[in-house]
T-cell receptor, first 113, second 115 residues
Framework: QQQVKQSPQSLIVQKGGISIINCAYE??????FPWYQQFPGKGPALLIA?????SEKKEGRFTISFNKSAKQFSLHIMDSQPGDSATYFC????????????FGSGTRLLVRP | KAGVTQTPRYLIKTRGQQVTLSCSPI?????VSWYQQTPGQGLQFLFE???????NKGNFPGRFSGRQFSNSRSEMNVSTLELGDSALYLC??????????????FGPGTRLLVL
């Protein structure tokens, strides 16, 4: 059973535009929600993470919005750049499950110059 | 500081064989997790080790096993390989000072092809 649903599967954005990726989860016990960025041939790298006690977290051009009641969270990439072209994964975990991350299916982002 | 290293980077095996993959975590990191990444199933958690003990296990058959050594280095083993085991196997390490809330740093992975 997929516990974290991610959309869209792929996304094409013009340089300077806003990229938006959405995730929804089912397990209300999840309490840590990271986003990972993966380039071809590399392992995933943490981009930004949020806990359910805040509704928004911003780091540079990257913002996570979190809606606890709807069990949804999203990643916004402002002023998207060609260098942002990568695959993005949302994930979730429970504190009592240690470091077991449940990943979404991934979104392949292409930023056109 | 060196990142997570995984060896070998690429591996070709045939069905029925077994394979051992190695992971060296970032210096000082005590938790090591393993994930399988495939185009069809995405990133799936295999298991996590801390202080040489398996703390968590994903939904994989018993052919998948692992261990952690006293220096935190970890190995995973897959026995009786099947075609469906072809995947990128990723190792991630964490400091493990704050349970479940710390960044996991991923290695580049070992790409396994089963023929």
């Amino acid at each position: 059973q997929q516990q974290v649903k991610q959309s869209p599967q792929s996304l094409i954005v013009q340089k300077g535009g806003i990229s938006i990726i959405n995730c929804a989860y089912e397990n209300t016990a999840f309490d840590y929600f990271p986003w990972y960025q993966q380039f071809p041939g590399k392992g995933p790298a943490l981009l930004i993470a949020i806990r359910p006690d805040v509704s928004e977290k911003k780091e540079g051009r990257f913002t996570i919005s979190f809606n606890k009641s709807a069990k949804q969270f999203s990643l916004h990439i402002m002023d998207s750049q060609p260098g942002d072209s990568a695959t993005y994964f949302c994930a979730a975990s429970r504190m009592d499950s240690s470091y077991k991350l449940i990943f979404g299916s991934g979104t392949r982002l292409l930023v056109r110059p | 500081k060196a990142g997570v290293t995984q060896t070998p980077r690429y591996l070709i095996k045939t069905r029925g064989q077994q394979v051992t993959l190695s992971c060296s975590p970032i210096s000082g990191h005590r938790s090591v997790s393993w994930y399988q990444q495939t185009p069809g199933q995405g990133l799936q958690f295999l298991f996590e080790y801390f202080s040489e003990t398996q703390r968590n296990k994903g939904n994989f058959p018993g052919r998948f096993s692992g261990r952690q050594f006293s220096n935190s280095r970890s190995e995973m083993n897959v026995s009786t390989l099947e075609l469906g085991d072809s995947a990128l196997y990723l190792c991630a390490s964490s400091l493990a000072q704050s349970r479940g809330r710390e960044t996991q740093y991923f290695g580049p992975g070992t790409r396994l092809l089963v023929l």
